[in-house]
């Protein structure tokens, strides 16, 4: 039995709990990231890949708006530039009602400047020829946009590994304890991480170590649907989504059009599988929006396992039971593009600095009649 002593202590290892540790190693504090699995295995490095302000609650934007930031850094921050790429995001419109809900979209978030842009008519088909009759226009934020998860996620573990951080990968927690006035977090090898906060930043798994201190959450665990198509000729050079949701895509520099849409089902172990209503509504869904799909190979679909609140806010901050405990998970979906700004505000939380993007909208206390942990596979698809 091995015992280590950290100032922190983080379970998880995806795109939170990673960009946190980083940056609480950069501020000089020792650190333990611990992970079930590789890390960024799971939902941080099988998203979407969108790199998107646009659409975002006015509670997200601040956070938002750090991030965007910090992606263009990533080469310093970790390494590598992920393949991120400000291409633009383009939220499409099917109906005069849709671009209506567009421009309200812009009214409420002007203080962001966000550089939105309504095209509709003769102006976005001269623009955007790629689309569909039944697109009617759509919503331009030129600034966002998208990079590759497998690359993104993985790397920024091993650079807060590189700046001295303790990962700990393959090592399954189970569960928390006190240690005098330090957690104590337990892994199935016996070992043991005494610290003095632990993060718990376990995605869709956040609501069960919540509940080891008592914190019920109604986190609902759903199953995101992708494909990816061959290489194709150059289509749309901007990520997209649809007002109300059910269908994303973007192509990358390859060709490749990666899309989504719907939500799949659990397997055992921890695996989950795209689910066959969500397929079918892609298969419809995408030559309506590009044409040109209609004849594209499917190359591979997947699918991941996320956590989703109800208000599409995470929780982030510390257990009203454990005062040391620190949540930050159920990203409804969204969490890539936000992830560097929220480790980054973790880490301040944990110093008692000022976080000014933070917002009660993701408070614990939120949900004072929790009720249990749900597993579902079943609504429609958000533009991720």
Known sequence: ????????????????????????????????LVDRDASGAKASGVNFGGVRRQGRSLAQLPLAQRAHAIWPRLCELIGIDGEYV???????????ADLDALRAYKERTAAFDLGLEIIEGDAFRRRFPAFGPEIVGGSLCPEDGQANPRLVAPAFAQAAARAGVHLL?????????????????????????ESDYVVNAAGAWGAEVAAWVGDRLPLMVKFPTMAVTEPLPPLV?????????????????????????????????????????????????APQVLPALAQAHIVRFWSGR????????????????????????????AGFQISPAVGEMLAEMIQGLPTPEYSQAFAVERFAAAGPIQETSHEPGADT
Do not use: W
């Not at 998880?12 to 504090?29: D, K, P, V």
């Not at 400000?86 to 005069?96: D, E, I, M, V, Y």
């Not at 240690?179 to 090898?189: F, I, K, M, S, T």
């Open 306 to 333: 996320e956590g989703y609140f109800e208000d599409k806010n995470p929780v982030i901050g510390f257990s009203p039971r454990a005062p040391r405990l620190l949540h930050a998970f159920g990203f409804s979906g």
């Open 1 to 32: 039995m091995s015992r280590i002593v950290a100032d922190v202590a983080i379970v998880g290892a995806g795109l939170i709990g990673a960009s946190a540790a980083l940056a609480l190693r950069r501020a000089g504090l020792e650190v333990v």
């Open 86 to 96: 400000r291409s633009g995001h383009l939220k499409l419109a099917r109906t005069p």
């Open 237 to 285: 050079s901007v990520s997209i989504g649809i007002e109300g949701g059910g269908f994303y895509a973007r192509q990358v520099a390859r060709g490749n059009v990666v899309m989504g849409g719907g939500f799949g089902s659990a397997l055992p172990a921890y695996r989950s599988r795209p689910g066959r209503a969500a397929i079918a509504a892609l298969g419809r869904n």
């Open 169 to 193: 990968e393959g090592a399954c927690v189970l569960g928390l304890a006190s240690a005098g006035e330090r957690l104590r977090v337990e892994l199935d090898d016996g070992s043991r991480v």
